[in-house]
């Protein structure tokens, strides 16, 4: 039975961090499972298709705003498409608990290690090296999509971790995740087409909540200052690890 009461507010505030903060998406699987009454891998299925059309939403909004930068974007998305397979190849011979247990660890160091290093911005690694920081962002790309092919999570809970972490700026890593968003999840709903496991009804409803809550979000993110966003950042990490965690290890 479908609880649209607490189905929508909950789709509108997903939509809110997505766009604000790039992740928060994996907080819409619970929501699917405990007000839409879905199994939790059609709870997936469904979540992942949702955020093809957020990431879409997101992505022209940041463009239009000029906050995407291209040249930090790129490399990302080729590291994510390139491994995002392997990691949906590992998850189908193995179970991902362990592995999602480690991937929490990484969200909450992440989140951990820039909450305490907020007090003067550093500058983005090997920024006057283009060659060894385009290489990093590949690495980053290639963990980002490993980790959503192998768990289900979108990308961006680990490429806006990542990316703060090591230097960027948190408006320039929200950015990236946009699109990196649209490819985990296009890439990942290929995959869901094939087994069916994907509730279209109930993806229709959350995704228009979803892109009216992207839009609140993103302009949201162009008013507060870069330190603040940082910390908030930081702190959503966390908690999102922490939600990973929890699953992973009901899920074991």
Not at 49 to 78: E, K, N, Y
Not at 182 to 204: C, D, E, K, P, R
């Amino acid at each position: 039975m479908v609880d649209i009461v607490w189905l929508l507010p909950a789709a509108l505030a997903v939509g809110m961090l997505i766009g604000a903060v790039g992740i928060g998406g994996i907080l819409l699987i619970p929501a699917l499972s405990a007000f839409a009454g879905l199994g939790i891998h059609e709870a997936m299925a469904t979540a992942l298709f949702t955020f093809i059309f957020t990431g879409l939403t997101g992505t022209a909004m940041f463009q239009h705003r000029g906050s995407i930068d291209w040249h930090i974007t790129t490399p990302v998305c080729v590291g994510a498409v390139l491994f995002a397979f392997l990691g949906a190849w590992v998850n189908s011979l193995a179970t991902s608990t362990a592995l999602a247990v480690i991937l929490a660890g990484i969200i909450i160091f992440a989140g951990i290690y820039t909450l305490a290093m907020w007090r003067g911005l550093r500058e983005p690694a090997f920024h006057r090296h283009d060659r060894a920081q385009q290489a990093l962002l590949l690495a980053v790309g290639a963990i980002s999509g490993f980790g959503s092919g192998l768990t289900g999570v979108g990308g961006p809970a680990l490429s806006v971790p990542l990316m703060v972490l090591f230097g960027f700026p948190a408006l320039t890593s929200i950015g990236a995740s946009q699109v990196i968003q649209i490819i985990a999840a296009v890439s990942g709903s290929l995959g869901n087409f094939q087994f069916g496991t994907i509730n279209f009804g109930i993806a229709a409803i959350v995704t228009l909540l979803e892109i009216a809550g992207v839009f609140a979000g993103a302009r949201i993110v162009h008013a507060v200052s870069a330190a603040l966003l940082r910390r908030f950042v930081a702190l959503l990490c966390i908690a999102v690890g922490a939600v990973l965690f929890t699953r992973a290890m009901g899920s074991s």
